[in-house]
């Protein structure tokens, strides 16, 4: 069982940067996809992007080129780093986990979530 605790939301500016953290319990096995998503008030939740076992990175249409996912084996953490943020990225941001490779931004296929940290871009 791999246990979830996201931090670094906040309230920030059109054009304005956030990093959040994901700290999980059992990140020291390196054979887990972890991935980002979100979700907005009356909307569907979405895939931002994901980190693969093989260290290869997804992204969203929507977020390429200004955010970055990243992971640190070392501190047990995942990252998102966010610039150039739009109002449109306001959302409760969900970090999530699943043993093996990917296969893509796909709610379904992940079996782990963290209770999620907001985002709020004005």
């Known amino acids: 069982h791999v246990q979830l605790v996201e931090s670094g939301g906040g309230s920030v500016q059109a054009g304005g940067s956030l990093r959040l953290s994901c700290v999980a319990s059992?990140?020291?096995?390196?054979?887990?996809?972890m991935g980002w998503f979100r979700q907005a008030p009356g909307k569907e939740r979405e895939g931002v992007a994901a980190?693969?076992?093989?260290?290869?990175?997804t992204y969203a249409d929507s977020v390429k080129g200004r955010f970055t996912i990243s992971r640190d084996n070392n501190k047990n953490t995942l990252y998102l780093h966010m610039n150039s943020l739009k109002p449109e990225d306001t959302a409760m941001y969900i970090c999530?986990?699943?043993?093996?490779?990917?296969?893509?931004?796909?709610?379904?296929?992940?079996?782990?979530w963290g209770q999620g940290t907001q985002v709020t871009v004005s």
């Open positions: 059992e990140l020291t096995d390196r054979s887990l996809c």
């Open positions: 980190f693969d076992v093989e260290e290869t990175t």
């Open positions: 999530a986990a699943r043993p093996g490779s990917c296969y893509g931004l796909v709610e379904g296929y992940f079996g782990f």
